[in-house]
Structure formats: structure tokens, C-alpha cells
């Protein structure tokens, strides 16, 4: 089955940045699309980005646009979310996950079955 492990989440002051990694282990990440999704205490899991290896399409929640960005390193079978002008409300644990596939048909995470533990991301000054 394939495993997922997120990293590079941290605490940050509002307009920082951030780079978040999305590694696989045992498997390539060539198979699959890769979305991120961001869960925030007491609020519902949001789908923030998706980026797809067919065709390296991207997709992107509108509450991030313009900020974030999702890239796929394919020598380090890695896939990144950078995330720039953080602002408080970006404050969450961040999941990585993957389906089957390779292409992105939404951000809606019931597409996904293979998910990371998450990094948190605070944004606070």
C-alpha cells in the first residue's frame, strides 16, 4: 500500500512562506495524483491543491490562489506545496494524498484513499 509522509509544516509569521514535501515510500509517485488538503481545529478538511502527473495540470482551492503552488521533483519522487503570504486563516494540520489515476478531477478528498499523517502549519505572529 502506498505511504505517504508530509514535512516542512512549522510555525510562521503572517506574509512568510513555507515549502511542504510530499514523499512516497516503496512506490513511485508516477501512478497518481496528489493532492494536499488542510484540516483546521474545528472546522471541516478543505482541499487546498492537486497536482496531476499526466499531464502536470494543477488545481488550486480559491483561497489560495496566487499563494500556493503545487510541483512534483521527479528525481526525488517528491511532490511540494509552496506556500507563500501566509496568512493566519492557513493555520492547519496539512495532508498530503494520493489516487489512482494521475489525473486531478477535483479537491474533494473522498477521490483520494491513500493519505500522509500530516504536518502542521501555524501562521502566527
Known amino acids: 500500500q502506498l505511504q505517504l509522509v508530509e514535512s516542512g509544516g512549522g510555525l510562521v509569521q503572517p506574509g512568510g512562506s513555507l515549502r511542504l514535501s510530499c514523499a512516497a515510500s516503496k512506490f513511485t509517485l508516477d501512478y497518481y495524483a496528489i493532492g494536499w488538503f488542510r484540516q483546521a481545529p474545528g472546522k471541516e478538511r478543505e482541499g487546498v491543491s492537486c497536482y496531476s502527473n499526466s499531464n502536470g495540470s494543477t488545481k488550486y482551492a480559491d483561497s489560495v490562489k496566487g499563494r500556493f503552488t503545487v510541483s512534483r521533483d521527479n528525481a526525488k519522487n517528491l511532490v511540494y506545496l509552496q506556500m507563500n503570504s501566509l496568512k493566519p486563516e492557513d493555520t492547519a494540520v496539512y495532508y498530503c494524498?494520493?489516487?489512482?489515476?494521475?489525473?486531478?478531477?477535483?479537491?474533494?478528498?473522498?477521490?483520494?484513499?491513500?493519505w500522509g499523517q500530516g504536518t502542521q502549519v501555524t501562521v502566527s505572529s
Open positions: 494524498a494520493a489516487r489512482s489515476g494521475r489525473l486531478c478531477f477535483s479537491l474533494s478528498g473522498a477521490e483520494f484513499a491513500s
